[in-house]
């Protein structure tokens, strides 16, 4: 499937770079990376180690500063050879849900606050939040761990309420790192299914960079990066339910 | 919004509230010696006010009677009694000796009083004054003596008659009032082999013993072994005269030293515990960087505990100010906890103490608030750590 060019990609990267340092140690991690996610579609991120994934996903993530190109999200221009948004951590906080490797929860917090906080950060009231973070936890399945703290909560179980935090906010787009690397086949899968629901039924855009040979092919759309640059390819797309 | 540091804090539990609890010990240090300080200056002050005086008359030159040796000859209160504006006078002496009582050394200050004179303890716990010019005593209840019991100083043997409170030296030691015509033989009578000793050089001496001349020896002899100085005369000031202007006329007339109720204070509670407040403060200045010192140690390691969790709620979209107020709300915390507990052991401890220990609000208020200055301030390692971490660290390489 290429880009239908009627609609407007959540995700738009054009030739974007990033060098690492300066002069004889500089390292060029991303050397033109051109991308496009539509709303509502999961796409893969794959490529060796080095070549520039989490690079991308980081600059993607605002969290650094590419050194060329263009990043456009929703037909906003975010990143134009520099940041075209002030407040970063607002695009971040509002716009993008972040799911990691590891669940990475605030083990100080139950599993429903670990949602909530989100909104609450974006100023929406206490009871709001709660009660957005309960949906988002039947929605993936640990509505009943509502109330269990995180040293409770099986990993699976985990990841689960770190991909309801990432949601909590509705973003339009979220960026996964290697959301499956943990987890068994099966866990894996299903975590893929949740994101394929989760995009078709919010819209959300979402990138999954992966080295996971269980999920690949899962995807409908990879990006291959290799030595900084992408390379679209057609992906399985098998049907996991 | 969810308290952070609240969650945070209870989900450190023991650990935190523990390290609260050390730091309240602590505090509680602290605020001891503050106490320490507060009571030196409060029985110096009692010293003085229970004295019933407003002026005290010394060996001119000196700072006497507490703070240095001074000596007046025992008559002087009668050329004091002929000026206008003094009312009572009192001789009074004082000398610190060892007393062995009940098989127990005791320091204490042995005052030579006139029965119901300045200087004579005012107000009493038990028992009654001394009425009689011989052989009674009247003791501060931190002597340990009870009323009843025999004292025996160098000469005589003493009973307490009475047990009054709050009367120390400035040294500390508690205080034995006794008639003042006894503590001058106690204090200035010499025991018969020195004074045998005395009298046979004295009979040596041509110069004092001339030939022919029978009377000057046992003149000189008798000069000798009578006892007639005090250290000080206290004076109450008749109503309607200034004790300022009176102890210039005796400065001025009697070639004597003289100092208001204000001076002595100032030479008791100021001049003669300076050192000691100095050193009192140098242990407070101590004792508060050691608290600041384990207040950051503390916030740095619960922070560097969660530089993940740190990297993560800034990748989500954390506002610095909150990750910064909740690092500092878990410093007060640790601040409070260390105060309320310091307060806490500090009021139970103080009476054990041997000296006076005087805890007073104001000093309470002053630890708090600088309980609170220091946890902040020390919050700041913690702070500045999380601040500088990266959210890019949450997203793995
Ligand atoms: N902070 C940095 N400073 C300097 N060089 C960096 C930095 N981060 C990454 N690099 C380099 O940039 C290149 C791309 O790194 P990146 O982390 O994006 O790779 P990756 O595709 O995520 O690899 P992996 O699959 O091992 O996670 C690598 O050569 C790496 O050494
Ligand atoms: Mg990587």
């Known amino acids: 499937m290429t880009l239908t060019q009627t609609q407007t990609p959540a995700i738009l990267v054009e030739g974007l770079m990033k060098r690492y340092g300066t002069g004889g140690t500089a390292v060029d991690a991303l050397k033109g990376v051109d991308m496009a996610v539509n709303p509502g579609e999961v796409v893969g991120l794959i490529g060796p180690s080095g070549s520039g994934k989490s690079t991308l996903l980081k600059a993607l993530g605002a969290v650094i500063e590419p050194t060329g190109g ?42 429903t606050d670990n949602v909530a906080l989100i909104p609450m950060l974006a100023g929406m009231p206490d009871a709001g939040a709660r009660q957005r973070a309960l949906g988002l936890l039947q929605v993936l399945d640990v509505g009943h761990r509502a109330a269990a703290q995180v040293s409770e909560l099986s990993g699976g179980e985990q990841q689960r309420v770190s991909i309801a935090r990432a949601l909590a906010n509705h973003p339009p787009i979220i960026l996964a790192d290697e959301p499956t690397a943990p987890l068994d086949s099966q866990r894996a899968l299903a975590v893929m299914r949740i994101l394929n629901g989760l995009a078709k039924q919010y819209q959300t855009a979402i990138i999954v960079v992966t080295h996971d040979e269980k999920i690949i092919p899962t995807f409908k759309r990879i990006y291959h990066i290799r030595d900084g640059k992408t390379y679209e390819e057609a992906g399985e797309g098998r049907d996991i339910g | 919004m969810i308290n952070l540091a609240g969650r945070d804090i209870r989900h450190h539990g023991g650990r935190y509230i523990f390290t609260g609890l050390g730091l309240g010990l602590l505090i509680g240090v602290t605020l001891t010696m503050a106490g320490v300080y507060r009571g030196l200056v409060d029985d110096g002050k009692a010293l003085i006010d229970n004295s019933g005086a407003d002026l005290w008359v010394v060996q001119q030159g000196t700072l006497g009677p507490y703070a240095e040796p001074s000596a007046l000859h025992d008559d002087v209160y009668r050329s004091l009694r002929a000026l206008p504006g003094v009312g009572e006078t009192g001789n009074v002496t004082y000398q610190t000796m060892q007393v062995r009582h009940a098989n127990k050394d005791v320091r204490v200050m042995v005052a030579g009083v006139e029965p119901d004179a300045p200087g004579a303890p005012l107000y009493l716990v038990s028992g009654r004054p001394i009425i009689r010019n011989h052989y009674e005593a009247v003791a501060d209840v931190k002597t340990g003596f009870k009323q009843g019991d025999k004292i025996k100083l160098r000469h005589y043997e003493y009973t307490v008659v009475g047990i009054t409170r709050r009367m120390v030296s400035s040294g500390g030691d508690p205080m034995l009032f006794i008639p003042v015509q006894d503590a001058q033989e106690e204090q200035f009578v010499r025991d018969a082999d020195a004074i045998v000793s005395d009298r046979q050089r004295l009979a040596q001496n041509p110069r004092l013993n001339p030939p022919g001349v029978p009377g000057v020896l046992a003149a000189v002899q008798e000069n000798q072994v009578s006892s007639r100085s005090v250290n000080a005369v206290l ?72 530089i993940r969790e740190i990297a993560v709620l800034k990748l989500v979209g954390t506002r610095n100010l909150t990750l910064a107020s909740m690092i500092m709300q878990e410093a007060l915390g640790l601040g409070l906890i260390g105060f309320m507990s310091g307060k806490v052991v500090a009021t139970i401890w103080a009476p054990y103490f041997p000296k006076y220990v005087l805890l007073v609000p104001q000093d309470a208020l002053s630890a708090f608030a600088v309980a609170m200055l220091v946890s902040a301030l020390a919050s700041l390692l913690g702070i500045r750590t999380a601040l500088k971490v990266d959210p890019a660290e949450a997203i793995g390489g």
């Open chain 1, 70 to 111: 263009k990043i456009t999200l929703d037909g906003n221009p975010v990143y134009d050879h520099g940041w075209k948004i002030k407040d970063l951590r607002a695009l971040r906080r509002d716009r993008i849900g972040f799911v990691f490797q590891a669940p990475y929860l605030i083990p100080f917090l139950n599993a």
């Open chain 2, 235 to 306: 004076v109450k000031v008749a109503k309607g005269y200034d004790p300022k202007n009176l102890a210039g006329t005796v400065k001025r007339w009697k070639r004597l030293g003289a100092y208001t109720k204000d001076e002595m204070t100032d030479i008791l509670v100021v001049k003669m515990i300076a050192v000691s407040a100095r050193q009192i403060f140098m242990f407070l200045v101590i004792l508060t960087v050691v608290s600041a010192a384990i207040i950051a140690f503390i916030i740095y390691t619960m922070t560097i505990g969660k």
